[in-house]
């Protein structure tokens, strides 16, 4: 399955003496072996970035655009091999891997286009006859750090502006699904950029995260991850004084208001909250329902949980596949028992799923009587759980849907115009969703607060983390 693929350094693929196997969520079993790059292999990537950040800065604006377009043709044309791919590492649905696919091409698309915009500007200076010019420069190197849970759109948010920027990148994907980066880099070589502004290594921290770090001419690193190995990575970037930017953890509430269009509401909650098998970092967590709706909405939410298809996402039929590996079904388990055993109500799910003899396969679960003390809520559960609690009065839910350190996005579901204000402006979180979960748009900065991370992706702004102003103060 990786037979065409390896390393991809200073323009080629290369096979190493060293590999590691990656196993199906689905099957349990190895999908292939890819080959993993030692210390020295990563510092050779690492060469042959500073090698192609004078070419690639001067190609200058226009010309990168145009490469970047050539780019997400060749994603276009390789679009179902790179869907299929993406269900098989992960298990999602085909249906949902295309989207992915096709929303990883539109960075490349709005990248191209950001390229041609990036403006300086003229200042008056207090000297006689001086002006400032302020301008904008690639800031260097990129090392970019991608998790598994969307393994195309992660990389496609980091390369595709730090491309547009200038910027020579060094990406470590997932090695839980390797294949799909692999596949976004091999059409990256249609771009005709110069060899060695776009670099791939799989491998252990100590022998990619570690060379990479340490490496003082990486003047970038951007990760999508963790709160926790954000936070190592922020203590690691620190030594090097690189710039950083960190697309983290989320707790995401969703509020359901007594005015709420409640079959809008269930229409477009359960499949945010099971897309992926909850494992999105900006899905719904933890749902807030008025007491006029509660029973309702919990009891329609729970039927329509129950009724979800689970199995290969490479099935047509299917709705929902399963969690990467063992260990992420094993932490899943362990917080919905905690739960029950602390008074939640379980309505539905709460166990392997039945029928599946092998998989990382866990039933789409609702609990209600939910507080928010229990870690269902009080943290991310990064799975396939929807934890219901009711509330009463607006004053009520603002503070219980803030009592929280993340603050990625939020939702809340009102027919008030008022309201809808009220919670753009209450909601502490970088991403707020009024009836609506479409939050990620390549020409929309995504991000979050607090421990959720610094810095955004997507938009005009998602290119200003790539670059550094440059001042010159001119005088005649």
């Known amino acids: 399955m990786y037979q065409e693929f390896g390393l991809f ?27 993993t790059a030692t210390a020295a292999d990563s510092k050779r990537a690492i060469n042959a970035a500073a090698s192609a950040l004078a070419p690639l800065r001067a190609m200058g604006g226009f010309a990168r655009a145009d490469a970047m377009h050539r780019i997400a043709d060749e994603m276009t044309a390789r679009g179902d091999e790179a869907a299929l791919m993406i269900s098989t590492e992960t298990g999602k649905p085909l249906a949902q891997a295309g989207r992915e696919w096709v929303l990883s091409v539109d960075q490349f698309r709005w990248y191209a286009e950001e390229a041609r915009r990036i403006y300086g500007r003229v200042v008056e200076s207090r000297v006689p006859g001086g002006r400032f010019e302020i301008t ?37 994907p997932s090695s839980q699904t390797p294949g799909v980066a692999m596949v976004m880099v091999d059409c990256i070589r249609a771009g005709g950029l110069p060899d060695g502004a776009m670099n791939l290594v799989v491998g252990s921290t100590a022998d990619t995260y570690g060379p990479i770090m340490a490496d003082p001419r990486v003047r970038k690193v951007s990760l999508t991850g963790s709160t926790r190995v ?5 203590r690691d970037a620190a030594e090097t004084v690189k710039k950083v930017s960190m697309e983290l953890g989320g707790n995401a509430p969703c509020i359901i208001f007594d005015d709420a269009d409640l079959g809008a509401a269930l229409d477009a909650c359960v499949p945010s909250k099971f897309g992926n098998a909850g494992q999105v970092c900006v899905t719904p967590d933890r749902f807030f329902v008025h007491d006029s709706l509660h029973d309702t909405f919990v009891a329609e939410f729970a039927k329509r949980a129950a009724a979800l298809t689970l199995g290969d996402g490479l099935d047509d039929d299917v709705e929902m596949g399963p969690l990467i590996n063992a260990g992420r079904m094993t932490e899943v ?58 509330f009463s009065g607006d004053d009520e839910v603002w503070a219980r849907a803030n009592a929280s350190t993340m603050g990625l996005s939020a939702y809340a579901f009102t027919r ?39 810095g955004r992706e997507g938009g005009s702004e998602g290119i200003e983390d790539y670059l550094d102003t440059k001042l010159l103060q001119i005088v005649f």
């Open 416 to 454: 008030s115009p008022e309201r809808a204000r009220r919670a753009a402006a209450t909601l502490k979180a970088g991403m707020v969703g009024i009836n609506s979960f479409a939050l990620a748009a390549s020409e929309a900065p995504f991000g979050g607060t607090n421990y959720s991370g610094l």
């Open 333 to 390: 388990d362990a917080i919905v028992q905690e739960a029950v055993a602390a008074g939640a109500k379980l309505e539905t799910g709460g166990q392997r799923a039945a029928g599946f003899n092998v998989g990382h396969f866990y039933e789409p679960t609702v609990l209600s009587n939910v507080t928010d003390d229990m870690r269902v809520f009080a943290d991310e559960n990064f799975g396939p759980i929807a934890a219901i609690s009711r």
């Open 136 to 172: 904008k420069e690639a800031v260097g190197i990129v090392g970019a750090f991608t998790a598994w849970n969307f393994p195309a759109s992660l990389p496609a948010r980091k390369i595709a502006p730090a491309l547009a920027a200038g910027c020579p990148v060094v990406l470590r």
């Open 9 to 35: 350094i200073a323009g080629n693929w290369e096979r190493g003496a060293t590999t590691a196997t990656v196993i199906s969520p689905v099957t349990e079993t190895p999908l292939g072996d890819v080959t």
């Open 230 to 234: 954000g936070q190592q990575m922020i």
